[in-house]
């Protein structure tokens, strides 16, 4: 009896050890990124990944942790000040245009999703519209959310990644970034985000408009060799209004945005002007067009294109194509919408 207990038991602790072997043996998703520098790889970055709500300036279609499930690896996240409350806030330039909340209670979310998905590595790179947070203002909300035990630190202008297994081996897999304002040497886990990565031109308003130049920071670096890069790929249309103009994400088009012809058509252009492939393809409606397989393409693996986008569940219309884009389509509005493009208008005036 007890010859047949022993040996169960060493077959279990065998298989258990088979298994934390084979995860272990996938980062990101794929074996073959595991060794591979964090630097040395291409994420789908969401922009504005909050937006997801039921308005004309959403720019994704589904909520941040069915984007992660999804498998991107990339979100930006927008820091406001709510005219409410001290909070640090989800918002456009506004939270009269679009608010999602409290950061703290996204960033708790996105804890969660690291905590259940120990071999997967994410990056936030945050946006500051309004040039008024500092580094500091991050911090509690970060610390009450317990994200911060996640935070990879990167010394100042060191551009050698560690590879994605060391940093899941080390727990540390959440890389942080913010547009201005950053101190490392009181907040170390808040990368300055232009002295490692650069961006390509956002302001794109058709498809003859993307470029392969350097837009942020003004002044392009000395080692844009050694840089990451992210490469803007989304467009906004012009609503006029009154005398001021609104600029609304164009769904309708997103399925030829994010396809070939557009998406990894830029990608390959960018990686002829630079020398290497954009590290972030930053899109709206990750999940129309082919965004996820074209990354996986840049990154030389096969996507899984039979499995269902989480997205596509929970939102069941969201994959389908338009033939006008959002801001065409506001056009023809319901009273309740007209109200709603009121009330955007006067934030613009």
């Not at 934390?20 to 964090?38: L, P, R, W």
């Not at 071999?119 to 994200?147: C, H, R």
Request: contains cysteine.
């Amino acid at each position: 009896m007890f010859k047949r207990v022993l040996t169960a038991t060493v077959a279990s602790l065998f298989a258990f050890n088979v298994v934390s072997a084979q995860d272990q043996q996938a980062c990101n998703g794929y074996s073959e990124f595991c060794s591979k520098s964090y630097s040395d790889l291409t994420y789908v970055l969401t922009h504005n990944s909050y937006a997801y709500s039921a308005s004309p300036a959403a720019n994704q279609q589904c909520d941040i942790k069915a984007q992660m499930t999804d498998g991107v690896r990339a979100l930006r996240l927008s820091a406001v000040k709510s005219e409410n409350d001290t909070d640090l806030h989800l918002c456009h330039t506004s939270c009269s245009i679009l608010d999602a909340g409290k950061a703290q209670d996204t960033l708790s979310n996105i804890a969660g999703w690291l905590k259940e998905n120990p071999n997967e590595v994410l990056t936030i790179m945050w946006n500051v519209p309004n040039n008024d947070m500092y580094a500091k203002d991050f911090q509690a909300s970060y610390e009450a959310s317990g994200i911060l035990e996640y935070a990879h630190v990167q010394s100042p202008q060191n551009l050698t990644w560690p590879t994605l297994q060391e940093m899941i081996s080390s727990g540390k897999r959440l890389v942080n970034f913010v547009d201005i304002n950053a101190d490392q040497n009181t907040v170390p886990w808040l990368h300055s985000e232009f002295d490692y990565v650069f961006e390509t031109p956002y302001d794109n308003q058709n498809e003859t408009s993307f470029q392969c130049t350097i837009d942020r920071p003004e002044t392009p670096p000395a080692n844009v060799d050694q840089m990451m890069y992210g490469m803007n790929h989304f467009l906004y249309g012009q609503l006029p209004w009154g005398g001021n103009t609104i600029q609304i994400p164009q769904s309708g088009s997103a399925n030829v945005t994010n396809g070939e012809g557009s998406l990894l058509k830029q990608a390959n252009d960018c990686n002829q002007a630079f020398g290497s492939r954009p590290n972030f393809l930053i899109v709206d409606f990750y999940n129309r067009g082919n965004t996820l397989e074209i990354a996986a393409q840049l990154n030389n693996v096969t996507f899984d294109s039979s499995k269902q986008l989480e997205c596509d569940k929970v939102n069941p219309n969201s994959s389908g194509d338009n033939t006008n884009s959002a801001a065409t389509s506001l056009f023809i509005t319901t009273p309740a919408l007209s109200l709603m493009l009121v009330g955007l208008a006067m934030t613009f005036m």
